[in-house]
């Protein structure tokens, strides 16, 4: 169970060097605009986390971003959802491990955590993909990380949700958006189909839907 029952309107990203830009950026836009497809729902503030300090860090392609709070800041009971993109250094020693520690915090006090990418490798070296489906950029990568016990539980698919964890492979961040839009409750189900198919298969059929959406949303 959540360790509170108010609603939580703050998701909250882990952002560091060498982040990799595409894999958050559907879900973030999305949990603020989204939620104009939906009536009653007021959207969801995107809040940054930095590893220790305030001090900009820089994305794998060059962009500067200034942490909104840190993680020793961080608690469970203020927010809805954890998201942590893949980045060169979850595959370059320890110095992200910190945020890997939290993930655990985040799912035992029942706040879901979405991981993609190397994130997904920080996850399995503290054992959190042990007994969760999930996947990742391939079976062989995790199965190389020390500790790793949850082979029997990968999947070859786009992303997977099981108990409050979201996982993905690097390819995959509108699948990876999908399933925390449909874990936070940000769209209704045919809405979230429709949202899907057309940023993942550019199909024109699923634009009328959102559109009839919006429209429902602007009006209530």
């Given at each position: ?24 950026g559907?879900?973030?836009?999305h ?34 971003i ?19 993109p ?13 945020f ?34 999930h996947?990742?950029g391939?079976a ?12 029997g ?6 992303a ?10 690097p ?7 999908r ?23 550019s ?17 209530a």
């Open positions: 169970m959540r360790t509170t029952d108010a609603p939580r309107t703050t998701v909250h990203l882990a952002v560091y060097d060498t982040l990799a830009d595409w894999e958050p559907f879900a973030t836009a949990l603020r605009a989204g939620t104009a497809f939906r009536a009653g729902r007021t959207g969801f503030d995107v809040v940054t986390v930095g590893l220790g300090d305030d001090r900009p860090v820089t994305t794998m392609g060059g962009l500067r200034t942490p909104d709070t840190t993680l020793d800041a961080l608690a469970p009971g203020d927010s809805a959802l954890l998201i942590l893949g980045a060169g250094l979850w595959d370059a020693g320890d110095t992200l491990a910190p890997a520690r939290t993930a655990r915090t985040f799912l035992e006090a029942g706040v879901p955590v979405a991981a993609i990418c190397g994130a997904t490798a920080g996850l399995a070296r503290e054992g959190l993909l042990d007994s969760r489906t996947t990742s391939a062989g990568y995790l199965a190389a990380q020390d500790g790793y016990a949850g082979g539980h990968y999947r070859e698919t786009d997977v949700r099981d108990r409050g964890l979201i996982t993905a492979g390819t995959e961040p509108v699948a990876f958006a399933e925390i839009l449909a874990e936070l409750d940000v769209l209704e189900p045919h809405v979230l189909d429709a949202w899907f198919r057309l940023f993942r298969h199909d024109a059929s699923a634009f009328p839907v959102l559109a009839a959406a919006g429209q429902e949303g602007e009006a």
